[in-house]
């Protein structure tokens, strides 16, 4: 579990086939210091555990089903990735509850620029979009965010200086994707919602109130 606050920019030193998937090789001194094999790292929104430390490398496996479903599989050596370490019980939640598991991906279709700050609008698929809700929270390459307004085909978030220059949201373009992944809450909500009425017995009450009368 993450936080959704990046600790670190890493650099992609290499991506090596490993058919079916891929071993990847990120460069972060911060976090290589002290990291242990089999760690679960967030690489841009998406849980990696480490397989391998060589100091201030880390290496992971990417397999099909991560480089299909995530932006990971556009990597290449020089690419930044955003980094955090998996969370403590004891730790602050200064962001909010972030699995790390990807439920889809988003393209920016426009970014306005107000001073030091970016408005960026989303496009995103509908499933995704109804899980969301203004002032609610989204994991965007793996930055939590507050979601500004959602339609039925965008939303939009406000990125303030901190977060352009700390993470790799600072250097997106227009048509180029990230990685989404809505709020966990929201998420059971609406699987509940969507089962509910499909378990929940008729009302009776009204039945049971003109058998008493």
Same mark, same amino acid.
């Given at each position: 579990?993450? +936080?959704? !606050?990046?600790?670190? #920019? /890493?650099?992609? $030193? %290499?991506?090596? @086939?490993?058919?079916?998937?891929?071993?990847?090789?990120?460069?972060?001194?911060?976090?290589?210091?002290?990291?242990?094999?089999?760690?679960?790292?967030?690489?841009?929104?998406?849980?990696?555990?480490?397989?391998?430390?060589?100091?201030?490398?880390?290496?992971?496996?990417?397999?099909?089903? +991560?480089? !299909?479903?995530?932006? #990971? /599989?556009?990597? $290449? %050596?020089?690419? @930044?990735?955003?980094?955090?370490?998996?969370?403590?019980?004891?730790?602050?939640?200064?962001?909010?509850?972030?699995?790390?598991?990807?439920?889809?991906?988003?393209?920016?279709?426009?970014?306005?620029?107000?001073?030091?700050?970016?408005?960026?609008?989303?496009?995103?698929?509908?499933?995704?979009?109804?899980?969301?809700?203004?002032? /609610?929270?989204?994991?965007?390459?793996?930055?939590?965010?507050?979601?500004?307004?959602?339609?039925?085909?965008?939303?939009?978030?406000?990125?303030?200086?901190?977060?352009?220059?700390?993470?790799?949201?600072?250097?997106?373009?227009?048509?180029?994707?990230?990685?989404?992944?809505?709020?966990?809450?929201?998420?059971?909500?609406?699987?509940?919602?969507?089962?509910?009425?499909?378990?929940?017995?008729?009302?009776?009450?009204?039945?049971?109130?003109?058998?008493?009368?």
């Amino acid at each position: 579990m993450f +936080t959704g !606050l990046v600790e670190s #920019l /890493g650099r992609v $030193a %290499a991506v090596l @086939s490993e058919p079916p998937g891929v071993r990847l090789i990120v460069e972060s001194a911060s976090l290589a210091g002290d990291a242990v094999l089999g760690e679960s790292i967030c690489i841009s929104g998406c849980c990696l555990s480490i397989v391998g430390v060589a100091a201030p490398l880390l290496e992971f496996q990417l397999g099909p089903e +991560t480089l !299909l479903r995530t932006t #990971l /599989g556009s990597l $290449a %050596a020089g690419s @930044s990735v955003n980094l955090e370490r998996s969370m403590r019980l004891t730790d602050r939640l200064g962001g909010h509850l972030v699995t790390g598991h990807i439920d889809g991906v988003g393209c920016l279709e426009s970014l306005q620029q107000e001073g030091d700050w970016v408005t960026c609008h989303f496009s995103a698929a509908p499933a995704l979009l109804c899980q969301m809700a203004a002032k /609610g929270s989204v994991t965007l390459d793996g930055v939590s965010l507050t979601v500004v307004s959602v339609t039925s085909s965008t939303f939009c978030v406000a990125l303030i200086p901190h977060t352009l220059a700390g993470t790799t949201l600072g250097t997106l373009r227009p048509s180029q994707s990230v990685n989404l992944e809505t709020d966990l809450v929201f998420k059971y909500v609406t699987r509940w919602l969507e089962t509910s009425a499909a378990t929940i017995p008729p009302d009776t009450t009204a039945t049971q109130k003109a058998r008493v009368r």
